[in-house]
């Protein structure tokens, strides 16, 4: 569900928030959630989430993996919608930087 999301929304114009709190929405509503139940599962508030879904404030990275477990999906999706790099990815361009580089060039476009 959420590679096609992304898929679907990744040439749209939205920032780093706004995508997040969609996808965030898309899954508390494909779920049939509430925001009121969802956030003490999160272990935040309610406004919080609003705040999140209406693209006003990121998550911090361990909001990003409660809430890929919560709706049993994958973190690495969730990080990427929230503008953050999922640490396997990090390590890798870290320990390969020439390599990656030159490999996303080539298979994405400069």
């Known amino acids: 569900m959420i590679r096609l999301w992304l898929t679907k929304h990744s040439?749209?114009?939205?920032?780093?928030?706004?995508?997040?709190g969609q996808l965030l929405r898309d899954l508390r509503h494909e779920s049939g959630v509430s925001i009121k139940r969802l956030a003490?599962?999160?272990?935040?508030?309610y406004s919080y989430v609003s705040k999140l879904e209406h693209g006003t404030t990121?998550?911090?990275?361990d909001l990003v993996y409660k809430t890929a477990k919560y709706f049993s999906t994958?973190?690495?999706?969730?990080?990427?919608?929230?503008?953050?790099?999922?640490?396997?990815?990090?390590?890798?361009?870290?320990?390969?930087?020439?390599?990656a580089l030159a490999f996303l060039r080539k298979r994405f476009g400069s």
């Open 11 to 20: 040439t749209h114009p939205m920032n780093k928030k706004s995508r997040f």
């Open 40 to 45: 003490p599962e999160l272990g935040v508030t």
């Open 58 to 61: 990121l998550p911090s990275e």
């Open 74 to 99: 994958d973190p690495d999706l969730l990080l990427l919608a929230a503008g953050k790099v999922p640490p396997e990815v990090l390590r890798i361009l870290q320990e390969h930087p020439e390599d």
